[in-house]
């Protein structure tokens, strides 16, 4: 199972998340990675954990001020990144620009949408994966895998579909180690999570639970 740690923006600090990640990474067959906002990737990218960004821009280089560049996030240490966060949605177009843009820096995609429909239209653009997040269970403490758990095995339907290749997460409400196991069992093949870890008094034992049964 693949556990994304998006840290959005919230005021934790990325650095010794992104530490604990490492750590527990070392003691799990899980693949742990850490999604700091842009400003932090080169700092937890030097932890040695594995580093995602949590959005690029569909641009090259050249005149885009305040946008993201692809090959700036890959250079910073980024091996992937999210794109169309629901905390960050983009156009259709946008979203094919961004993930050509992150295949051209050698990023691997992670497209988040919101329901089964809009993955099978996401997995139609070939990222790597795709991750279906109900907005209204973010942040909400009540985990996907529980409170609506058709939308994730409907999701992995959706996307086989239109591409088997490509592999779908959930996300929202994700802080425990069950969560992660009844994620995986509706067919999911990694989670994508925040609060549970950016928000928790330890996040270093947040992320040894979250792992622990798999
Ligand atoms: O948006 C999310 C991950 O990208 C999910 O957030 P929570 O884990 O806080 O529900």
Wanted: hydrophobic share 45%; glycine share 8%.
């Amino acid at each position: 199972m693949f556990v994304l740690v998006n840290l959005k923006t919230y005021p934790c600090d990325s650095v010794a998340v992104a530490q604990a990640a490492a750590e527990v990474d070392e003691t799990t067959d899980a693949r742990i990675a850490v999604a700091p906002q842009a400003a932090h990737l080169e700092a937890v990218a030097e932890t040695g954990v594995e580093t995602w960004a949590q959005h690029v821009d569909p641009i090259e280089y050249g005149s885009n001020t305040g946008h993201t560049l692809a090959e700036s996030v890959a250079d910073a240490g980024a091996a992937g990144t999210l794109i169309n966060h629901s905390e960050h949605r983009l156009t259709l177009d946008a979203i094919d620009g961004s993930v050509r843009a992150a295949e051209r820096a050698g990023l691997e995609t992670v497209v988040c949408a919101n329901n089964p429909a809009q993955i099978g239209a996401a997995a139609a653009l070939g990222p790597d994966a795709v991750a279906v997040e109900p907005p209204e269970l973010i942040g909400s403490g009540t985990p996907v895998s529980q409170a609506d758990p058709d939308i994730v095995s409907d999701a992995v339907e959706a996307a086989a579909a239109v591409d088997s290749d490509v592999t779908v997460l959930c996300g929202a409400g994700i802080s425990t180690g069950d969560d992660v196991v009844a994620a995986g069992e509706l067919g999911s093949k990694g989670v994508l999570l925040a609060s549970g870890v950016a928000k928790a008094d330890d996040p270093a034992a947040a992320l040894a639970d979250l792992v622990e049964p798999l």
